[in-house]
């Protein structure tokens, strides 16, 4: 059977069909407040953003989420966890402080915000899932320990993962630093022949494992894998070894994003924001130009249909060509390979389908 998702779209006539209203109506069509009791804790997982992205969910679309919950008798707060790079977002404090500057203030959003896997990313339970890649895996403590969550998504381009959604957001974002290692760990870049020297990669790599030799940057043996050099040579000159790396990659992103969520049964859900559409994710301190056009916000109970219906959705959208779309901007074409021809995204929802995380065949209703 077809997974729901409900959407809504950003054309709007009128004050109570704002963006702001279609959110709450997306939280009460999808039933989101049937899950909720009253004084049920209740996560409402987000990426806030890096310091100085301008892409990220706009504090005032988590404002409604946290409302709603709040209407049903239920007590929300806001929840992320610390990055594996060295950035606004690497231990509890400079997260919280980024949260802030951010927008994300009590004043503005009505709920505490609680950092998941604590100030050293030491904070999280193992959750045993008996997968292809792993039997356990390292779950953010303060997501674990709740029984319901929603889950906030900005849908965008990722650089490793294609696309960064709804599983992304569960796989990467509720593990802390030791269980995103864990997901990166296949992903063992080269540097090219192409490398200038410019040590860039060297300041950016979080455990320095990129040393210089003969003038060019060289990986050494101590690389965890987490691909930040990859994006950030101004040259391109760092690649993975997509061809076996990548699918391994997606792989272990959904058995995290499975194990996310294994304890939570049906009280879960999922709405994705497409909008502000960059080719990156938010962990970056920039945002780049939209690659399609804002289309609306999604909301489903099933993580693997929101991601495939918001794929979709995307790419019947024209390219914008005044992105790093390189290629593939007529409307059909897969904006995704055109940003990463090399990655295979779509293997997200094949393998989230084969592992029981969801459907991706999904019925979409417009609100
Ligand atoms: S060499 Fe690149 S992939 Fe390896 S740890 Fe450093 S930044 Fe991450
Ligand atoms: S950032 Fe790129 S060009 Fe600069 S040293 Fe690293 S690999 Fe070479």
Redesign the pocket.
């Known amino acids: 059977m077809k997974s729901k998702v409900y959407f809504a779209g950003v054309h709007t006539q009128g004050k109570q069909e704002s963006l702001l209203a279609k959110m709450r109506r997306l939280f009460d069509r999808a039933g989101f407040g049937d899950m909720i009791s009253r004084d049920d804790i209740v996560a409402i997982k987000i990426h806030f953003g890096e310091k100085g992205n301008t892409a990220y969910i706009r504090p005032t679309f988590a404002r409604q989420i946290v409302d709603k919950i709040k209407e049903k008798g239920g007590k929300p707060f806001l929840t992320d966890s610390n990055t594996l ?1 060295n950035g606004s977002r690497a231990n509890g404090v400079d997260h919280y402080n980024t949260a802030i500057y951010n927008g994300f203030s009590y004043a503005v959003v009505n709920a505490p915000i609680i950092i998941a896997d604590g100030i050293h990313s030491n904070n999280f339970i193992e959750v045993r899932i008996d997968k292809k890649h792993f039997e356990s895996v390292k779950i953010s403590k303060e997501i674990g320990n709740v029984s319901k969550m929603i889950v906030l998504s900005h849908f965008k381009g990722h650089e490793n993962a294609g696309i960064g959604g709804a599983i992304k957001n569960l796989a990467m974002g509720c593990a802390p630093a030791a269980g995103k290692q864990q997901q ?1 760990s296949a ?3 080269k540097v090219s022949s192409k490398c200038v020297g410019c040590s860039t ?1 060297l300041e ?7 040393t210089k030799e003969g003038g060019k940057a060289l ?2 043996e ?9 994006s ?1 040579c101004p040259i391109r000159a ?1 690649s993975p070894q997509w061809s076996t790396e990548i699918p391994i990659f997606l792989e272990r992103m959904v058995e995290y994003a499975y194990g996310a969520v294994r304890n939570k049964g049906d009280n879960v859900g999922y709405i994705n924001v497409l909008m502000n559409i960059t080719p990156l994710c938010d962990c970056y301190g920039f945002s780049g130009a939209y690659i399609v056009p804002d289309i609306g916000i999604l909301a489903s109970k099933d993580p693997v249909a929101i991601d495939a219906a918001s794929y979709d959705l995307v790419n019947e959208q024209s390219g914008n060509l005044n992105s790093s779309l390189k290629c593939n901007h007529e409307k059909g074409e897969d904006k995704f390979r055109g940003l990463y021809s090399s990655i295979d995204t779509v293997r997200q929802f094949s393998y989230g389908e084969e592992i029981g995380l969801g459907n991706k065949e999904y019925e979409l209703i417009n609100i």
């Open positions: 790079y990166h992903i063992k870049p990669c950016y790599c979080p455990v320095s494992a990129i990986i050494g101590t690389c965890i894998g987490c691909g930040e050099c990859i950030i760092i």
